[in-house]
């Protein structure tokens, strides 16, 4: 039966692409979509200034600019096409720039020094999250007084409903960014803490989780072991110990939220029936912790027990969009990261295939006019795709020659280093040999490691929505947010919101630009 599909898989391909080759010998085929592009690019001559009431990024953990395009071939050869003329949702937005995503320590950076520059406006230390980069990695006697604080709350503090949305735990590094101040990433829980930062009244992410910003109007992803005390069994994996809780200050955080939300419409859910269930007019606060750890892989997850991020995200906006004033989401496919570093390139693009799924899926219940989306990623990854393949040629498949070096196949999906990287008999394995399209699959690396590395490139920034045109050339990673808390007037420099029109009127800032600059004319 698996035979049978993949050949009616293969035919339906050959199909689609004799049809596309057809068409792409006439001309009038390339000359007509250039031109239907052209017009589109005319018609964003004109701005959109308006103010921003909802905003939403997505972020996509290690999905560097040769993920994104892996991504979309693949999207579309799940999809019977060949896949390169694909569309992602990502792909629409009408607005590209590139971010800069060095930690201030880091020439190759890290996801935490990363998020608290694409979420609190400064750039900080790898391993560090929500402190400046005054603060050193594991010494809790730096955190003091070097905090620095997130969109999320600026958003919150303007009287938006928030949420964190993400495939990892919900204290991982990217979410733990909107709410923590820890000078050390991995302090998940305070079983993962030195004594002596216990001791000089550091706290653990999980608990700031619920502290920091205490009414986080939806909060989904995994992490339920950090919640509980030590040794108490998991509600999904009883006879499991590893997923035990870990706690040890006895402290049940998620029974204290459920406590402190009862009278709140407040709901706490751990699978997939529970969250669907729900009916959002009747939820004004969420916690859904659905794994012990990080979630599974999209291509292991148990469809009947554990929800998508689509899923996630279409229940968050209908709940975070009651608000009047509107909303701030953190999305975060944090996945596609853990596939790569584990070399698992078909895990880590179909981990991206499904952000973008959700990226339509907010597209669907939100507008351009009032609600600013960007797409993003926190760094890349030694990850590429080459080998001059034909086109259509299957996104996880061999390249079209042998290697004139050793004689033997390889497959178009390479990683610069990573576990991949396999000797048989001293010489590199011959890859005809193997199921190199199984899911788990680790494809080959140049250099021998037990976890593939992050990649220092730059990454693409896609912004659709009001004021979006903002975010164009090339940036520091650390102006995202001020871009963001400028187009929805919060946070600072709200001084241009004073227009009656419901634009953001840029002329007070302009012209504070202009004024400034000519004082320091006069003062060099």
Known sequence: QLLLFKLQLLTTLIICLLRHTEKEKDPKYWNAGAQQTLRTALTLQTLNTNKAKNLILFLGDGMGIPTVTAARILKGQLNGQSGEETQLEMDKFPFVSLAKTYNTNAQVPDSAGTATAYLCGVKA???????????VRSQCNTTEGNEVTSILRWAKDAGKSVGIVTTTRVNHATPSASYAHSVDRDWYSDN???AEALQAGCKDIARQLF?????????????????????????????????????????????????????????????????????????????????????????????????????????????????????????????????????KAKQALYEA?????????????????????????????MFNFGGYTARGNTIFGLAPMLSDVDQKP??????????????????????STIDYEENNYQAQAAVPLSMETHGGEDVAVFAKGPLAHLLHGVHEQ?????????????????????????????????????ALLTVTRLLC
């Not at 230390?125 to 603060?135: K, P």
């Not at 597209?363 to 890349?380: E, N, P």
């Not at 390889?410 to 890859?431: A, C, D, H, Q, W």
């Open 353 to 381: 295939v499904e952000m973008d799924r959700a990226i339509g899926r907010a597209d669907l219940m939100t507008s351009i006019h009032d609600t600013m989306t960007i797409v993003t990623a926190d760094h890349s990854h």
């Open 125 to 135: 230390n790898e391993g560090t999250v929500g402190v400046s980069a005054a603060a």
């Open 211 to 343: 502290e920091n910003i205490p009414n986080i109007d939806v909060i989904m992803g995994g992490g339920r072991k950090y919640m509980f005390p030590k040794n108490t069994s998991d509600v999904e994996y009883p006879s499991v110990a590893k997923h035990s809780g870990t706690r040890k200050d006895e402290r049940n955080l998620v029974q204290e939220w459920i406590d402190r939300m009862k009278d709140k419409k407040g709901h706490y859910v751990w699978n997939k029936k529970q969250l669907l269930s729900l009916n959002p007019n009747n939820v004004d606060y969420l916690l859904g912790l659905f794994e012990p750890g990080d979630l599974t892989y999209d291509l292991e997850r148990n469809t009947e027990t554990d929800p998508s991020l689509t899923e996630m995200v279409e229940v968050a906006i209908k709940i975070l969009r009651k608000n009047p004033s509107g909303f701030y989401l953190l999305v975060e496919g944090g996945r596609i990261d853990h596939g790569h570093h584990e070399g």
């Open 410 to 431: 390889f497959t178009s999906i390479l990683y610069g280093n990573g576990p991949g990287y396999k000797l048989v008999n001293g010489v590199r394995e011959n890859v």
């Open 192 to 194: 993962e803490m030195p």
């Open 478 to 514: 650390n102006y995202i947010p001020h871009v963001m808390a400028y187009a929805a007037c919060i946070g600072q420099n709200r001084e241009h919101c004073m227009s009656r029109s419901g634009t953001a009127d840029l002329r007070p800032v302009l012209s504070g630009i202009v």
